[in-house]
């Protein structure tokens, strides 16, 4: 009983593995195909359903998408060696039989339809060509293969393959859920793979190129794409990523260069803006109107040292010393070590006065500010003239005039007060206080309250009014002190020198004489 059974499973693993070979334990529909052409490529379809294959014909159509039906598929294998094979194909409905000749080859292909049955069978040309798909990745490793299938369907960006005449003969699953959202068809498998990015072919020079696409789904909402696109063995290789997030980075930048430009537009001050290859890459309207500028020489885009040679020779620049040195120090400000890398003031010779200061950037550029300072600089030389105008009025008068600030320092005197005290205020390194004004008054003359009451005076901040007294100095001179309040808490004090009476002694008079 036991040997039977040990008979009865060898007997049964024979024909199993005869009706492996024969391709026909998988479908179990081995009637149709003969053991003849087991060798060959046969393909058995009800519909469009594969109902049997030979080996060869399994290995051929396992190279092919997933994602359609068995009968496309079929024509995803051969579309690379059978131009048109699906058109081609779909003249069963008429004709009962399709002989087609390979496109680049000898070999061909034959369909028969039986009702609702289609046979076909691809005869090689030789026995000497390999029975393979068109995919090459079969002639791989199995274990190679499989895990370059399973990366490109899983790969999160979009992979096609189109031919010369622009039909796609391959996608991958990512390409395939781009046509179903921007061509809304749903789940149901599109065939023939419609080219969903127009692409132009490459030139005749180009092997590569990238270009930026956009799409728009039904409703509307668009979408951006980088689409990569490699010539390969007279079809091309396609690849897309989304760009959307590149795309809003380069919008919230144009905005942004936009913002800035109008803020420099407005600005009063001249602006140019220098790239680490010194060229001109930005300029505001007040730099042209500033030092005369034609906007058609700036957008050439000069040079650094052109552009200060152009300023040059329309005498839009003062002429230093040793110009070419101070050009070529212009071009190595990014390597100085100083804080302020440039700051100058340039006087033309129309009257107007630049202040002009120029900082290196950490991209390598460098700009340069142009500020019109001419108001300013003649306001301070009109300022300074009034000063030396009221200096040279105190230096004329007869007495010694002190002014000091509501804090109490002495911020003006005249020549007669220098030859009365034999003291030069305005050659003191310190202020002078009105607390080291008095003690210096009190050695030179003799003793008097008087000093005190000076310095409570000039401290005080509530109404004040004009007083005068009189004071002797150790050399018997008689003087005259007047206290004059002035506008802003300032306080005017002055000496008058008195005749001296011979044979007279002058007491100060401890009685101070007020007057509105």
């Known amino acids: 009983m036991t040997d039977l059974l040990v008979f009865s499973a060898i007997a049964a693993a024979a024909v199993c593995a005869f009706l492996y070979r024969a391709g026909l334990f998988r479908l179990g529909l081995s009637s149709e195909i003969q053991p003849s052409e087991q060798e060959k490529a046969v393909f058995l379809f009800e519909g469009q359903t594969l109902v049997d294959a030979t080996i060869p014909a399994q290995q051929l159509i396992s190279g092919s998408s997933d994602t359609t039906d068995d009968w496309h598929r079929l024509a995803i294998a051969l579309s690379d060696r059978f131009e048109n094979l699906l ?49 090459h990745g079969l002639l791989m490793p199995p274990v190679e293969t499989t895990v370059l299938r399973s990366m490109s369907q899983a790969a999160p960006f979009a992979m096609w393959k189109r031919e010369s005449d622009g039909q796609i003969s391959w996608a991958n699953q990512a390409y395939l859920d781009l046509v179903k959202t921007y061509r809304n068809s749903g789940d149901t498998p599109v065939w023939p793979i419609p080219a969903l990015f127009r692409q132009p072919d490459l030139g005749e020079a180009e092997d590569q190129s ?28 396609c690849f897309a990523t989304s760009a959307d997030e590149l ?33 001109l890459t930005l300029f505001n309207p007040a730099l042209t109107d500033l030092l005369q500028l034609d906007p058609a020489y700036l957008i050439t885009r000069p040079r650094l040292q052109d552009f200060f040679d152009h300023l040059r020779e329309n005498r839009k620049l003062p002429e230093p010393k040793n110009y070419r040195d101070w050009r070529e120090r212009l071009t190595r400000l990014d390597t100085e070590a100083q804080e302020d890398r440039l700051r100058e003031t340039w006087t033309l010779d129309n009257g107007l006065t630049y202040r002009v200061s120029g900082r290196p950037h950490a991209d390598g550029a460098l700009a340069f500010l142009v500020e019109d300072i001419s108001s300013e600089v003649t306001l301070t030389r009109r300022f300074r003239q009034e000063l030396d105008q009221s200096q040279s009025v105190l230096d004329g008068l007869e007495q ?49 309250p008087i000093w005190g009451e000076i310095r409570d005076f000039v401290h005080t901040i509530e109404e004040r009014a004009n007083w005068h007294d009189q004071v002797q100095m150790q050399n018997g001179q008689n003087l005259t002190l007047r206290c004059t309040p002035l506008s802003g808490g300032a306080t005017m004090i002055t000496f008058l020198e008195e005749p001296v009476i011979p044979n007279q002694s002058v007491i100060p008079s401890t009685n101070l004489v007020k007057s509105d």
């Open 247 to 279: 795309v809003r980075a380069e919008e919230h930048l144009s905005n942004f260069v936009q913002t800035m430009t109008k803020t420099f537009a407005d600005l009063p001050a001249g602006l140019a803006v220098f790239n680490r290859e010194r060229q």
């Open 210 to 237: 990238i270009r930026r696409i956009h799409l728009t789904r039904p409703n509307g909402e668009k979408a951006s794409f980088t689409v990569t696109t490699l010539a390969h063995e007279g079809a091309h290789l």
């Open 87 to 135: 058109q081609n194909l779909s003249k069963l409905d008429v004709e009962p039989t399709i002989a087609l000749r390979e496109t680049k080859g000898s070999s061909s292909l034959i369909a028969r339809r039986t009702g609702s049955r289609t046979r076909v069978v691809l005869l090689e040309a030789g026995a000497e060509r390999p029975m393979a798909p068109v995919d």
């Open 400 to 448: 010694a005039v002190a002014v000091f600030s509501p804090a109490g320092v002495l911020t003006q005197s005249n020549q007669a007060y220098t030859m009365l005290w034999e003291t030069d205020p305005l050659t003191s390194l310190n202020d002078l206080t009105i607390t080291d004004a008095t003690r210096h008054w009190r050695d030179l003359c003799r003793p008097s």
